[in-house]
């Protein structure tokens, strides 16, 4: 198996606010390990020719000059990974959070670049403070981990890794030509377009971020999803309900990656940054407890909690909920029998409704 590097950096700004980009354009150059000398030289020799001391995408104001430049590198032989998000269309304020919405989008480049390259090694130009920097290191190991992929991510700064700065270069040319900067974009985007395999645009006609359709049987549990959709429409002015916020966000993950299930724990922390703060408890009473109450389909199991795709979600939500709830049955049986027999306490069936009464009787002490 081929070994892989891969260098992000975007184009854009991840900031939903008045006078902010209104696209955000994030790519990687990936390039095969055996290559990299190969490829290090060729970006040497392209300094010394274009005589430029740092690659960078603003810095190169004439087309013809930058075509030039682009042509030379598209020698080096390495392949392009992009998301093109158009932020207007996005649909959730939780993506209007800049570093949340900073790490989904990180997260989802990675998985895409793992799930087409395997074996890669990624590096990352630095976003934020140092503390951010780790908690994003984090959040995509854990995220990637969790998927079967074993990564190993770098963040620093583009002017200690000449590849970032190679992607800087590319992301920012194929941004602009994305959006009609240039006399001639088609002439870059073609020159590109053979070494470009993964190439997302958001939102995606609903695979991602924008609301799943009702009756698409894009899941197997679909009506799981169109009800949350209906109770996110009809409490959407409720901005400081907790019960809201989780069930915003159970539902985008369920779009982003059908397969997550989600820690209580990371659910805490998403509501702590919008000021709602709650304990475990707090949140499986007040929240979960009552989303289910109020028909929502929230299932869990050792994993986390997560709206159920898949008939195989469901199935493991029951065998979770039934694995829980026997052992403790059993016990209470148990307990009750033994008092009822050996002590002057006769009527232990009282204390209990008929219809727990029943569930007793079918339960194998």
Known sequence: MKNYLAYIDESGDPVFAEGASKTFFIGAVIIDKEKYPEISDLFDKLKRTFRINELKSKQIRSFNRRFDICQFLCRAGFQIASIHVKKKLLYGEWFERKQTFYKYIQRLLNHEIYRVFGSVNVSIDKYGSPEYQASMQRYLENKLQAELFTPEILIGPSSQVDFIQLSDFIVGTIRKALEGDFDDNDKLLQLFRPMWPIRLQLPDQGSHVKPVPAGT????????????????????????????????????????????WVYTQEILAWLRGLGLELSEEQFRNEVTASLRDEGLIIVGSRKGIKIPWTAE??????????????????????????????????????????EVR????????
Request: charged residues 30%.
């Open 313 to 354: 979600d469901f199935r493991e939500y029951v065998v979770f909920s039934v694995n829980l709830a026997l052992p403790v049955l059993r016990r209470l049986k148990k307990a009750m029998t033994f008092v009822s027999t050996n002590t002057s306490f006769t009527d232990v069936k009282s204390l209990v409704s008929d």
């Open 217 to 260: 049987g894009i899941a197997e549990l679909q009506a799981c999803m169109d009800e949350a959709w209906l109770y996110l429409e009809r409490n959407k002015r409720k901005l400081n309900d907790p019960k809201l916020r989780t069930l915003e966000y159970l539902y985008y993950v369920a779009i982003d990656g059908k397969n997550d």
């Open 358 to 365: 029943n569930i007793l009787n079918q339960v194998d002490a």
